[in-house]
């Protein structure tokens, strides 16, 4: 009886021991393999890991035919040293074919800042590429002027930007090939939403959010043209097809033109725009946005926009474009 409980002991202590070894060495395994991804993970990351610099981008290929690419154009306004800054930094961007400035002031371009920056386009038109520098002169100082019709655009994509803010070449780029997915959508940087006004049991009525209401909120119907792609062709229908009402809004109120882009690409896809992901470098003062009642102000365009198109045709989404290639974790 004794031998006999001894030797199932003894088994069942082989056993356990079996297991407890197995149980060993998976745990081992495991933690032998999470150390493996994290080195392989940290390696294909070093490269990048120190961030953007001015005027430099990461290396990316260019993929598309010569006058494939895109143009940009830039809003100014009385502020030399940031155009200067911002064209010496985007015209090293591989996709780039063409550079339009929006100049609105007085007094045209001065002769030391034509030389400028025709010196930095000379300087990074290399590899076969020329790129084109056009100074898009107004009479009238009205924010309208940003979105005024291109005759000899050679390009369909057009990334709209501000003189203040720099997106390093890899964000721009891989915004471009969001945009060349969906040519017909707004696809942009800078996202803002707009809710129906419910605390006051008004449906008609709409309140225009900032970035804070879309983290919050978790979607966005906007992009701002600060920093968005689109097709050329909304240059013209807002021109020209456009209601002129919202136009001459724009220009006495001196704001809302982003709004009022966001409508009509709106209106004329009846879908939403797309948010990139994408760092962003503030290189000048604070705007207008900071001042006090924006937000109310661009209540009131969204608003009045929607009296205009007798709807309300922004889409809400909660979707973003992400470079898989710069982040941890799909």
């Known amino acids: 009886m004794r031998t006999g409980l001894f030797s199932r002991r003894t088994a069942l202590g082989l056993r356990q021991g079996a297991i407890s070894a197995v149980g060993s060495v998976k745990i081992k395994l495991l933690l032998s393999c999470c150390i493996l991804f994290t080195l392989i993970a940290f390696a294909s990351r070093t490269s990048s890991f120190v961030g953007w610099k001015?005027?430099?981008?990461?290396?990316v290929h260019r993929i598309y035919g010569p006058r494939k690419g895109y143009a940009i154009l830039i809003n100014t306004w009385k502020r030399n040293d940031l155009l200067k800054q911002s064209i010496s930094h985007y015209t090293s961007c591989p996709g780039l074919d063409s550079?339009?400035?929006?100049?609105s002031e007085p007094d045209p371009p001065s002769d030391s800042l034509v030389t400028y920056l025709n010196h930095v386009i000379k300087s990074n038109s290399r590899d076969g590429r020329q790129i084109e520098l056009k100074y898009d002169i107004n009479k009238e100082d009205s924010l309208n002027n940003r979105f005024k019709e291109i005759k000899d655009l050679k390009t369909d994509a057009i990334f709209s930007i501000d003189d203040d803010i720099i997106f390093p070449c890899s964000s721009v780029e891989f915004a471009f090939s969001a945009w060349l997915s969906a040519p017909d959508a707004m696809v942009g940087f800078v996202p803002r939403i707009h809710w129906v006004d419910q605390l006051k049991g008004n449906t008609d009525h709409y309140i225009y959010g900032g970035w804070w209401s879309v983290w919050w909120m978790g979607t966005y119907s906007m992009v701002l043209s600060k920093a968005a792609f689109f097709?050329?062709?909304?240059?013209?229908?807002?021109?020209?097809?456009m209601?002129?009402?919202i136009r001459k809004y724009v220009t006495k109120s001196r704001n809302c033109e982003d709004i009022?882009?966001?409508?009509l690409v709106a209106n004329a896809?009846?879908?939403?725009p797309i948010w990139v992901k994408g760092k962003i470098f503030e290189i000048g003062s604070t705007g207008i946005s900071t001042l006090g009642g924006h937000n109310e102000k661009r209540t009131e365009c969204v608003n009045?926009?929607?009296?205009?198109?007798?709807?309300?045709?922004l889409v809400s989404t909660s979707v973003k474009a992400v470079d898989g290639r710069n982040i941890w974790f799909w």
């Open 54 to 59: 001015h005027h430099t981008g990461a290396p």
């Open 99 to 103: 550079v339009h400035i929006v100049w």
């Open 231 to 241: 097709h050329k062709k909304y240059l013209s229908l807002y021109t020209n097809e």
């Open 243 to 245: 209601p002129a009402s």
């Open 260 to 263: 009022a882009m966001s409508f």
């Open 269 to 272: 896809t009846g879908a939403p």
């Open 304 to 313: 009045r926009f929607v009296a205009e198109y007798g709807r309300m045709p």
